[in-house]
């Protein structure tokens, strides 16, 4: 779903694509609030029930009870309440008052995790977004950013000038988050957002506030990054910015066969700054036809960057993504689109100048390709959400691995509306998603959120972490906890090492979520 470019027609002639039995405007129309679509997460044991003897006072309660939820729209939780802290001291005095009232604390951001990693039934959850303060320092090409600051604001902030160094490829995120999950995105050399932290500011069980970095506190921080919350509170963090570079757009369409040979000859071309793959979801072709997106340094003389801008026409953007889960036509008619009409109408941001010769290629700044907020991917439809999945694959194991996907895609008859290919390094931190070079490959499905939904999703998903395993590769573990304590271990070995080293750094379970209450007490 990355494509900023979805072009305004495609929707108006899909609806031939679909007849006149599907209505509209509930299609188009615009989210009336979070979507809450019920509970299936498994039942994890009550809070913590160690009340220490002192007096706290209450705090400033953002929610006092109640339930809250997260992208997936079916992890309903209840919990003791939220505090959404607008400082360090407050995120200490939260932290004071889960102690001493025996609660868990679980750190959120926008919870666009799907598996209950940032809440616990009973516990409390610390609503990380009004800690958003940016600070750019242009003498050391860092900006110094709030754990609750989006990639969006911090984006708006360093234009034109700067542009970030790493993140995932749409904007939405808090830094907390990308960073409990070592996000990674379009940019292949700059690696995860692990290679771009200078260092970080962390919370941790007994209070105190510390700096870990490669160089200072070095295993806290590879069991930080990529730790899910479970070791400490991400406080603020200074990041590397790289200038906004300008960059030439290029697409080509090849064969799925053809990719593994076409991304080598990517990886080694240093003139690529950005790039990512779609491959087709659209029956007829299903993941055998690939379009390669890249983005090519290009002489900067004369450039000037335009403001960045908002993500227009979402009504109808929602709409040709909505029509595409109710038709498998226009599923087909989709990718036609993609193929043949979206590049004619790409937002070309930079200019020269002097005037733009005829036939001269379309020009984007960095900041382009990774400023979009998918307004168009929120909706109001009833009993139906949208999953991410992703996995991790060796390099020489991506044809099996697709061929692989096909048949179970077909075999369950899923409802695949976007499947994307990216470049991932080695990542070193201690719960890797990759312990050596691999492509990802990132999966979009809808489902309906009904028991029979939730049951067709979870077999979906456990066969294709087998496929990822039977190829050596591994499954990204912020989403939807279809997968047994078995296949988590046999993913990822190291994990019991980690749930050891968490019980070292925080004794008392003060940090938890719904996920490692789930697999913890199971692997050990």
């Known amino acids: 779903m990355k494509r900023k470019t979805l072009v305004i027609g495609a929707s108006v002639i899909g609806v031939a694509a679909v007849g006149t039995t599907v209505a509209l405007e509930p299609l188009a129309a615009d989210p009336d609030g979070e979507k809450d679509c019920g509970d299936v997460l498994p039942k994890v044991q009550a809070p913590l029930g160690i009340a220490v003897q002192e007096q706290v006072p209450e705090p400033r309660w953002a929610q006092k009870g109640g339930t809250v939820n997260d992208a997936s729209c079916v992890d309903r939780t209840a919990i003791a309440g939220v505090i959404a802290p607008v400082s360090e001291r407050e995120a200490q005095q939260a932290l004071t008052y889960a102690k001493a009232k025996g609660l868990t604390i679980s750190p959120a951001g926008v919870r666009h995790s799907m598996g209950g990693h940032a809440f616990r039934r009973g516990g409390l959850m610390l609503d990380m977004r009004k800690m958003n303060a940016i600070r750019l320092d242009p003498e050391k090409s860092t900006v110094t950013v709030g754990a609750g600051a989006t990639w969006h ?100 369409l090849i064969p799925t066969s053809d990719l593994p040979g076409r991304l080598t000859r990517i990886i080694a071309d240093p003139s690529v700054g950005l790039m990512y793959t779609h491959i087709s979801t659209a029956p007829g072709s299903l993941l055998d036809e690939a379009l390669i997106y890249t983005y090519h340094h290009t002489d900067e003389s004369g450039a000037e960057r335009a403001p960045l801008a908002e993500v227009g026409s979402v009504k109808m953007r929602r709409l040709t993504v909505n029509l595409a889960k109710k038709s498998t036509a226009f599923r087909s008619f989709k990718w036609w689109a993609e193929k043949n009409l979206e590049h004619r109408a790409e937002a070309c941001t930079v200019t020269r100048a002097q005037a733009m010769k005829d036939g001269e290629a379309c020009l984007v700044s960095r900041n382009d390709p990774m400023h979009d907020s998918v307004p168009y991917l929120r909706n109001a439809l009833k009993n139906d959400t949208d999953i991410l999945q992703e996995y991790f694959i060796p390099r020489d194991q991506l044809l099996p691995f697709i061929d692989g996907l096909r048949t179970i895609v077909r075999q369950h008859d899923a409802n695949l509306l976007n499947a994307s290919v990216r470049v991932v390094g080695k990542e070193d931190n201690r719960l890797t998603y990759a312990p050596a070079p691999a492509y990802s490959v990132v999966l979009y499905f809808n489902q309906r959120t009904d028991a029979d939904g939730n049951a067709r999703m979870a077999r979906l998903t456990s066969e294709l972490i087998d496929l990822a395993r039977a190829r050596g590769g591994r499954f990204f573990l912020p989403y939807q906890l279809y997968y047994s304590p078995e296949q988590l271990v046999a993913a990822y070995p190291e994990v019991r090492e980690v749930f050891a080293a968490k019980r070292k750094w925080d004794p008392d379970g003060l940090f938890s979520n719904t996920w490692y209450e789930r697999y913890a007490p199971a692997v050990g």
Not at 162 to 190: L, P
Not at 246 to 252: A, Q, V
Request: hydrophobic share 40%; proline share 2%; aromatic share 6%.
């Open 153 to 252: 604001d911090i984006q708006n902030a360093i234009h034109s000038r700067f542009a970030v160094k790493a993140m995932q490829s749409t904007d939405i995120f808090t830094v907390g988050g990308s960073i409990s999950v070592n996000a990674h995105g379009m940019d292949h050399q700059a690696g995860a957002i692990r290679d771009s932290i200078r260092s970080l500011r962390v919370l941790l069980g007994d209070g105190q506030v510390v700096t870990v970095s490669r160089t200072e506190n070095p295993e806290l921080f590879d069991l930080i990054v990529g730790g899910y919350g479970l070791f400490g509170i991400i406080l603020s963090a200074e990041l590397d910015v790289v200038p906004n570079a300008i960059y030439r757009s290029e697409r080509e």
